[in-house]
Each structure stands twice: as C-alpha cells, then as structure tokens.
C-alpha cells in the first residue's frame, strides 16, 4: 500500500513542472490532484506503523523503547537534514537558500518521528487516546485562526506557531514556507503506531480489524461532510460532487484525513493479495526513501528535457522556487494531461528497476546508512 501511494505521489510532483493548476478548473485535472491527496496521510500513518513493528524486538520493554526511540530520533535528524539540502536543490535546481526554503512532507515526518520518539515509552493505548484527540478536536480553532495568525506574528515565539500548526496560513513574504505544519500530523504518526498493534494479529483478525476501522472512517467522513457539523472550515456546493470532495489538506481536516485514510486503511488486504501488481508496488514501498530521494530530481530531469524538446531550449521558469515560490508558467509553456501522465509513466518504469536493485541490497546489507533508506 505505501509502494501505491508513492506512485500515485508522482502525479502531482509532475503536475507541478507541467504549469497546471492544482485541483482546477477542469474535471480532469481536480481528479489528477485529488488521487495524490492519499499521499501524505499515508506516509504518516504508515511511519507510525513501521516504528511499531521496528521496534517490538528485543523482548526486553526497557530495551526495546530506547532503542526505537534512538532510531527514530536520529531518521528523523536524517530526514530534516534531507529536506533542507538535497529535496529542497532536487525541487528548484538552484541554489537561492537565502528567498526560499521549503519544509515539506519530510520536515513533517521528520519532526514527527522525534516526537514519536520522546513519548514512545507510553502505553500504546495512551498514543492512540492522544493522536485521535489531535486529529479530531484540532478543528475547534479555525474559528480564531485568522486572530491566532496576527497574534502569533507579533510574538518573538510566533516561528513556533508556524511550525506547530499556522504554517499553511501564514504569510508567505519570509524565505521560510511551512507547507505541513506538525498539527495534525503527528496525531496521524500516533494512530498509525497503535495500528502497528493491528497489523501484528493473525491475519484474519487484521483483515477484520482493516474493514472495520476503513468503512468507519468513510462513513463518519460522508456524516460529517453531508451535514457540515464540523470538520473542515471549507464549505461545499450541495450540487457538487468535485466541491464535496475538495476537503482542507493545509493543515489537514478531520474530514481530508478521514476522505483519505479510510480507503487506505480499508484496501490493505487486498494489498496483502500477493497479486503481480501489488508485488511490483511493494518494491517501491520497500524503499520509500531511496525512491522519493530519486523521484523529484529524476521527474525535474525529465521536464528539462520536455522543455527541449518542445521549445528547442530549456526554459527558465524550471529553476524556479518550485513547488511554492515558483512564478505562473509562461504563456505556451503548459501541458496537456496527456503529456504529464506520459511523464509520469516514463517516470515510474525508469525508477522501478533502480528500486529494485536497491530493495535487493537493503534485504541482505545490514550497514547502518542502509537501514535509513
């Protein structure tokens, strides 16, 4: 399921370079956008439920804690470290640090796997209490978070705000951009640990357990979005499937995380299935950070080249402050649908054989550089 996800991630990453809108005007492109929405929801939950199963060995509680919580401290170094330098020169090509740098889905999951970290030694009941209620009551302040905004940037402390949860709404003159905020994402990287409980029963029980917790969180979304109690800040035209559908990701609503994380969680057995098509998804899935490593410079790459071709130059908008602080693409520069899922293909069957070869040396190595990619 997580190899899925990350090839659904690709669609919008190419989508960027191709000059179309996210999520409109046209019916095609709303969809091209909304399909990667599962993207991040699953990369969190995911984190959380790899970091149970890492860490349920040795037998010994003490040992086995401080040994996750040593791991996930220092990946989540790793991925800070990553986002900042190599992610952020593999989205611009430039090196313009000074006006723009970006903290993205990995500076998110990075942060949440220290946090994961400093309370990993709770009972994992107690994270599943604490994540459900980040998730679920973070809805109660949008209300006040235009008066929350303008307080938190009168404060010394207001970069805090940023990061914690404002980021999305805050004013973008500053070179730093907080794309994912740490609320509510690092209830999600809670959840998905206590789901690491779900994944360790027979799977009968699991597969019981992933219907039961899917369908439920598809329903109360389809509740809570019918009748607008709460939620989601972003109204809907009653009239519109596109406009119901279009749910709050900056920061992420209870109602988008219910939209996405409900299917996700509902299709994991058939992603145990053992078919072809979900094998070869599991390759990508087994290295997830060796992929996404490569992706973005790899898709960047081949819009470079699109660009040749069609113009007989490279055009300078790709070296832009993509994906947030990039200009409006020149006029003639925009692709069809068409193109950007050609590229996307193209993508993805260059990737998978590298993927493989290295999902075939992180099976046997056990170098410690390995086990963090």
Same mark, same amino acid.
């Given at each position: ?5 990350m ?7 190419v ?40 860490g ?42 000074a ?21 990993v030694? #709770? ?19 949008d209300?006040a ?8 940037q ?30 509510p ?47 989601d800040?972003?109204p ?13 990701k ?15 969680i509902?299709?994991?057995?058939w ?12 390759v ?6 060796f992929?996404? #490593? ?8 081949a ?19 993509h994906?947030?602080?990039n200009?409006?693409?020149?006029a ?6 068409l ?24 099976a046997t ?7 963090y990619?």
């Amino acid at each position: 399921m997580r190899g899925a996800v990350m090839v659904l991630m690709a669609i919008d990453h190419v989508r960027v370079y191709s000059g179309l809108p996210a999520g409109g005007p046209t019916v095609g492109i709303f969809f091209t956008r909304w399909v990667t929405h599962f993207c991040a929801p699953a990369f969190a939950f995911f984190a959380g439920t790899s970091a149970f199963l890492h860490g349920r060995h040795p037998e010994d509680a003490g040992a086995r804690h401080g040994a996750l919580a040593r791991y996930l401290a220092s990946r989540g170094l790793v991925l800070l470290l990553l986002e900042l330098t190599v992610i952020r020169v593999a989205w611009t090509f430039n090196l313009d640090f000074a006006h723009y740098i970006l903290a993205g889905v990995i500076w998110m999951l990075g942060w949440c796997l220290i946090l994961l970290a400093a309370v990993v030694r #709770l009972p994992v009941a107690a994270l599943a209490a604490i994540g459900a209620l980040i998730v679920g009551a973070h809805n109660l302040v949008d209300p006040a978070v235009p008066r929350l905004v303008a307080a938190a940037q009168q404060s010394p402390m207001g970069w805090l705000g940023q990061v914690l949860y404002f980021g999305p709404s805050w004013p973008s003159d500053g070179p730093f951009v907080v794309l994912y905020s740490l609320v509510p994402w690092i209830g999600v990287v809670m959840l998905g640990y206590a789901f690491g409980g779900v994944m360790a029963m027979d799977p009968t029980r699991a597969r019981r357990w992933c219907y039961l917790l899917g369908v439920g969180a598809v329903a109360a979304f389809l509740v809570l979005r019918a009748t607008r109690i709460y939620g989601d800040p972003r109204p809907w035209n009653g009239e519109d499937i596109l406009s119901f559908l279009n749910t709050t990701k900056y920061p992420a609503s209870l109602q988008f995380l219910l939209m996405t994380l409900g299917p996700t969680i509902a299709l994991l057995p058939w992603a145990n299935g053992g078919q072809r098509s979900t094998t070869v998804l599991a390759v990508f899935g087994r290295v997830p950070l060796f992929y996404y #490593l490569l992706h973005i410079p790899a898709i960047h790459l081949a819009a470079v080249l699109v660009s040749f071709a069609r113009e007989g130059q490279i055009n300078a908008w790709l070296f832009a402050n993509h994906p947030m602080r990039n200009p409006p693409p020149p006029a003639g520069y925009t692709w069809s649908l068409l193109l950007l899922y050609g590229v996307f293909i193209a993508t993805i069957a260059v990737l998978y054989p590298v993927c493989r070869w290295f999902a075939g040396i992180k099976a046997t190595n056990r170098s410690w550089w390995v086990r963090y990619l």
